[in-house]
């Protein structure tokens, strides 16, 4: 069987709501995919007269190329494997439940917002809200795993309860608001107002300005931060960090709720 893969005939005028492909594991057959009419510019139209569609392994879809004007791919995903080629709308993985979706472009703002579980790969940069509160939630990321090889925007990773973060660029303003559990790693440079009200959670760094209100950890011991980084780097297929790149280790801010903690790495 071949993946389904979904090439784009004509530029996109307006705006489109491609969330319709996270029920495609629901669907009989690839015929009841061609057969959908979906809401483009103020009227609906068949799926194909906007897409060609070859393929029929319902559990693997390719998007190629992408367009900016595609919103919500990913949205809601469960239980398939999505590879999308190009750059991305809002709301990439948005409220994504399990899965795989993996992008080699750039996304726009509010990527992975409310994401519940399943792996994010971003081959590029992201926009702001990355990991974002949704509208209709005050928690944002409720667990999963994202990768980003670029950059992130402003006001990312608001209220993280779990799951793990990699970003290999840099980390706008305002990001890890609130932040009450998980980890992140960040290989770049962190931007202003960084982890405001943080409660619980790792944070991995080369910059040390974050620690400004923490205390040293004496004597700290990296056997597991070592173990947990090599575990990372196997699903990124790159290797992040070494052991002896870590340097000290922070915890106890002078804020008694917070009891996150912090490793820095030598750049």
């Given at each position: 069987m071949k993946p389904v893969t979904i090439k784009l005939k004509k530029k996109l005028k307006y705006r489109l709501d491609m969330s319709f492909l996270s029920d495609?594991?629901?669907?009989?057959?690839?015929?009841?995919?061609?057969?959908?009419?979906?809401?483009?510019?103020?009227?609906?139209?068949?799926?194909?007269?906007?897409?060609?569609?070859?393929?029929?392994?319902i559990s693997s879809v390719v998007i190629k190329p992408a367009a900016d004007y595609m919103d919500n791919i990913g949205a809601n995903l469960e239980n398939?494997?999505?590879?999308?080629?190009?750059n991305t709308g809002y709301s990439f993985g948005s409220k994504m439940l399990s899965g795989k979706l993996a992008l080699y472009g750039n996304c726009s703002d509010y990527a992975a917002s409310g994401m519940k579980g399943g792996e994010i790969?971003?081959?590029?940069?992201a926009g702001d809200f990355l990991g974002g509160k949704p509208n209709s939630s005050n928690e944002g990321i409720l667990d999963g795993f994202i990768y980003v090889s670029g950059n992130v925007g402003q006001k990312s990773i608001q209220r993280m309860r779990r799951g793990n973060i990699i970003i290999k660029g840099d980390l706008g303003d305002y990001a890890c608001e609130e932040m009450i559990s998980g980890s992140i790693i960040v290989m770049g440079k962190i931007g202003n107002s960084f982890a405001k009200g943080i409660k619980r959670g790792t944070i991995i760094t080369k910059e040390k300005k974050v620690t400004k209100d923490y205390r040293l950890s004496n004597n700290a011991e990296y056997n597991f931060i070592s173990f947990f980084i090599n575990k990372l780097s196997k699903i990124v297929k790159s290797n992040l960090l070494r052991r002896k790149s870590f340097i000290s280790r922070y915890h106890g801010h002078k804020d008694n709720n917070n009891l996150s903690e912090v490793f820095i790495f030598k750049s």
């Open positions: 495609i594991s629901n669907y009989k057959s690839i015929k009841t995919l061609l057969s959908k009419k979906i809401s483009y510019g103020n009227r609906m139209v068949g799926i194909t007269s906007l897409f060609s569609i070859t393929g029929n392994d398939i494997e999505m590879k999308v080629y190009g790969f971003i081959y590029g940069n």
